[in-house]
């Protein structure tokens, strides 16, 4: 079946850029998601990316897609300590019929 | 507000108990599901549901049952609970039109004694 991997660590300094990688393996993926949750809430939507994209920006955010090495990033700028969280990438084929199949999350730690 | 909202937050209860967990939403949105959180293994998912009165299995469904009587509501079942099912459990909804996104609601806290 399908299976979405991601390291499950990163520590990066504040002020510096985090880059997150994810890698998926079903080559029927059409959307392509990075969610953030922090201690004790649930997952929040950051950004999203279409499978005909190769980057999308959104202020410190900026999403790479490699289709060729079903590879996802996810860069964030400017890290400060109110970004760590655990990160998770998730894929779909669709729009609403098929499941989101998750990554196992990475947790970020930003030290001051 | 688009909101997906769980009962309870937290809840300790004991083996054999039956419970259940109530998920709502207020989307019109067709898709829901739930999923589990456990240390190291990232969000499993436990059943979907594509629209009313149309429930499946998701990956992990041993323990758990659903019921899909109205759009807006997805409530989980633990018919006998039991100590592998302590856990942090999470209602999702999707529209099945646009992007797709997927939105969740703020988790629930089991803890089976």
């Known amino acids: 079946g399908e299976d979405v991997e991601q390291s499950l660590f990163l520590s990066v300094r504040e002020g510096d850029s985090s880059v997150i990688n994810c890698t998926y393996t079903?080559?029927?993926?059409?959307?392509l998601y990075w969610y953030k949750q922090e201690p004790g809430a649930g997952l929040q939507l950051l950004t999203y990316?279409?499978?005909?994209?190769d980057m999308k920006q959104d202020q410190r955010l900026t999403v790479l897609l490699n289709k060729k090495d079903k590879h996802l990033s996810l860069r964030i700028a400017d890290t400060q300590t109110g970004d760590s969280a655990i990160y998770f990438c998730?894929?779909?084929?669709?729009?609403?019929?098929?499941?989101?199949?998750f990554g196992k999350g990475t947790r970020l730690s930003v030290i001051a | 507000e688009a909101q997906v909202t769980q009962n309870p937050r937290y809840l300790i209860t004991v083996t054999g108990k039956k419970l259940t967990v109530t998920c709502s939403q207020n989307?019109?949105?067709?898709?829901m599901s739930w999923y589990r959180q456990d240390p190291g293994l990232g969000l499993r998912q436990i059943y979907y549901?594509?629209?009313?009165?149309?429930?499946d299995k998701g990956d992990v469904p041993e323990g758990y049952k659903v019921s899909r009587k109205e759009k807006r509501n997805f409530p989980l079942i633990l018919e006998s609970p039991s100590p592998n099912q302590t856990s942090l459990y999470f209602c999702?909804?999707?529209?099945?039109?646009?992007?797709?996104?997927?939105?969740f609601g703020p988790g629930t806290r089991l803890t089976v004694l």
């Open positions: 999702a909804t999707r529209g099945l039109a646009g992007r797709g996104t997927q939105y």
């Open positions: 079903d080559s029927s993926s059409t959307y």
């Open positions: 990316i279409f499978s005909n994209m």
């Open positions: 998730a894929e779909t084929r669709d729009s609403g019929n098929t499941p989101l199949v």
């Open positions: 989307m019109n949105h067709e898709y």
């Open positions: 549901s594509m629209n009313v009165e149309v429930t």
